[in-house]
T-cell receptor, first 118, second 115 residues
């Protein structure tokens, strides 16, 4: 594997509670992404990071926040979980983007974190 | 914004036969990358093949090949000599060469391989 781990892998929580998912990489890649996967929707981008303390919103960012204080860690926080946030969350990393070499453009994914909000 | 459409929610193929999965996309960009990812029941996302838009030659990886039609914005995946292990959900993905390289995924095609 490419050295990307997500934790926890499974979590059940109740509506209104805060939840933090962690993505940890050992590849020293600059770019990190959080996606959610729901039936019939493929993968949708929540937030991404292009460096330490540099983050931006994706297409479904409402209700989520992120932080990246170190190159290797990218945290996704649900401040107050809702049932609509029940999903599988994937972290992905990338060395770069653009014409920097085709290998650098590849997204490498973590194993996913299944979150159930009751 | 880019969109990726996979018009076949489900496909099936007989073992050892060939199957083609369809993908179309919409973009105003001229430089980008396209990918096919495989997601088996284990849920792990695995890169199958990639194509640089500035290259006219279609990418191939062993039994997997693509038919990239840039003008038609079409990017289909052909799997030859299908194997039971090919059964999975397949996602087509577009990656921009601008905007921090954000990727857009299709909704996926579930491939069943019949023995």
């Amino acid at each position: 594997d490419a050295g990307i781990t997500q934790s926890p892998r499974h979590k059940v929580t109740e509506t209104g509670t805060p939840v933090t998912l962690r993505c940890h990489q050992t590849e020293n890649h600059r770019y990190m992404y959080w996606y959610r996967q729901d039936p019939g929707h493929g993968l949708r981008l929540i937030h991404y990071s292009y460096g330490v303390k540099d983050t931006d919103k994706g297409e479904v960012s409402d209700g989520y926040s992120v932080s990246r204080s170190k190159t290797e860690d990218f945290l996704l926080t649900l401040e107050s979980a809702t049932s609509s946030q029940t999903s599988v969350y994937f972290c992905a990393i990338s060395e770069g983007w653009g014409r920097v070499g085709s290998g650098a453009n590849v997204l490498t994914f973590g194993a996913g974190s299944r979150l159930t909000v009751l | 914004a880019q969109t990726v459409t996979q018009s076949q929610p489900e496909m099936s193929v007989q073992e050892a036969e060939t199957v083609t999965l369809s993908c179309t996309y919409d973009t105003s960009e001229s430089d980008y990358y396209l990918f096919w990812y495989k997601q088996p029941p284990s849920r792990q996302m695995i890169l199958v093949i990639r194509q640089e838009a500035y290259k006219q030659q279609n990418a191939t990886e062993n039994r997997f090949s693509v038919n990239f039609q840039k003008a038609a914005k079409s990017f289909s995946l052909k799997i030859s000599d299908s194997q039971l292990g090919d059964a999975a959900m397949y996602f087509c993905a577009y990656r921009s060469n601008t905007n921090a390289g954000k990727s857009t995924f299709g909704d996926g095609t579930t491939l069943t391989v019949k023995p």
